[in-house]
């Protein structure tokens, strides 16, 4: 009974190319989020959305552009990607006042 | 923006000792959340602190949250092996759909 799924777990891949990563929640929550943490382990928040409009955009390239067909899933789509870009990204849901459910990371490593 | 500040960076105990983790804002807290991370898995959620001087305990964790709403603690009690991992704090920045997070507490606890 996974509440906060992605896909893929691991993804190693090379410089320049365009790879996604999923995440679906059945939880019913209208937020979803994503983040990113470093090497460092600094979780940072990237993009949120709200019923499938976009709320939050931090300050990010362009290359990423995250899609919400429905409340239910929040993707990332990842252009042209850079060694910078390798990290762990995390998907999380929740509603307003609660706490955060994450999913279990997808570890993107950019050669 | 709100940042928050968590001490120590990491944390070496033997187990059966006490422990104390603080986090620190630069803004009013208007609700502040512990999580732990294990190495290379997800953020599972431990505790939500909304009102100032709220404490909450779960089995050997206590997290209080102090009368001006800008410090937060955590505390283990009795450490053992299974609270070794990375705590993070993380407050709503303000825009009420996402967590600004802190750097994290690295936990290990030895025998």
């Known amino acids: 009974d996974t509440a906060v799924s992605q896909t893929p777990k691991y993804l190693v891949t090379q410089m320049g190319n365009d790879k996604s990563i999923k995440c679906e929640q059945n939880?019913?929550?209208?937020?979803m989020y994503w983040y990113k943490q470093d090497s460092k382990k600094f979780l940072k928040i990237m993009f949120s959305y709200n019923n499938k409009e976009l709320i939050i955009n931090e300050t990010v390239p362009n290359r990423f552009s995250p899609k919400s067909p429905d409340k239910a899933h929040l993707n990332l789509h990842i252009n042209s990607l850079e060694l910078g870009d390798s990290a762990v990204y995390f998907c999380?849901?929740?509603?307003?006042?609660?706490?955060?459910?994450f999913g279990n990371g997808t570890r993107l490593t950019v050669t | 923006s709100q940042e928050l500040e968590q001490s120590p960076q990491s944390l070496i105990v033997q187990e059966g000792k006490n422990l104390t983790i603080n986090c620190t804002s630069s803004?009013?807290?208007?609700?502040l959340y512990w999580y732990k991370q294990k190495y290379g898995e997800g953020l599972i959620f431990l505790m939500m602190l909304q009102k100032g001087g709220e404490e909450k305990s779960h089995e050997k964790i206590t997290a209080k949250l102090d009368e001006k709403k800008q410090q937060s603690s955590l505390h283990i009690t009795a450490s053992q092996p299974s609270h070794a991992g990375i705590y993070l704090c993380?407050?709503?920045?303000?825009?009420?759909?996402?967590?600004?997070f802190g750097k994290g507490t690295s936990l290990l606890v030895t025998p």
């Open positions: 939880l019913g929550h209208d937020t």
């Open positions: 993380g407050a709503d920045g303000g825009s009420g759909y996402a967590l600004n």
């Open positions: 999380a849901s929740s509603q307003p006042n609660s706490p955060l459910h």
């Open positions: 803004k009013t807290l208007y609700g």
